[in-house]
């Protein structure tokens, strides 16, 4: 962590850029062919939010804009973000390229710390598998995260300039 430290590099704050972003990435991803999106529904472990909503204790998360969501499915996406800009920060830092091959090994890093997030939580079957033994679907959607990650983390080190 010094190294980051170093370049004033924060990554919980640039993290926090990417994390709704993820959310409306994902709801993307569940579009259906008329462009609306079947529900999710969830259990809501947030007090406050459940006051806030006349005491629902389910949200549907494919139908909420991030900004309405529950903290318990915010604070999902803030982990992921943080994976994701530690991984990328870490080779830009270190002027590794990120190519191909790489973004691979991210990748896989990226599902199994979701894995350990959210193994019987909300995960399906088919997602609970190395990372080699996905979907083609499945790991693109980590390797957009990553995709997303780099760019912010571009923007930010621009920005610092």
């Known amino acids: 962590m010094e190294k980051f430290e170093h370049y004033d590099f924060k990554i919980d704050n640039i993290s926090q850029i990417l994390w709704s972003k993820f959310h409306d990435e994902w709801r993307k991803s569940m579009a259906q ?41 915010k604070y999902e996406n803030l982990e992921a973000a943080k994976v994701a800009i530690s991984l990328v920060s870490e080779k830009v830092l270190n002027w590794e390229e990120i190519n191909s091959e790489s973004l691979e090994e991210m990748a896989e890093i990226v599902h199994n710390k979701w894995l350990e997030r959210n193994w019987m939580e909300w995960s399906f079957d088919f997602q609970r598998v190395s990372y080699n033994q996905l979907s083609e679907e499945e790991k693109a959607k980590d390797r957009n995260q990553l995709l997303q990650a780099i760019e912010i983390v571009k923007e930010y080190l621009n920005s610092e300039k």
């Open 33 to 73: 062919e008329d462009w609306t999106y079947a529900s999710r529904i969830e259990k809501v472990l947030d007090e406050n939010w459940i006051q806030q909503h006349n005491w629902k204790t389910e949200v549907d998360i494919v139908n909420t804009e991030f900004e309405d969501l529950p903290s318990n499915r």
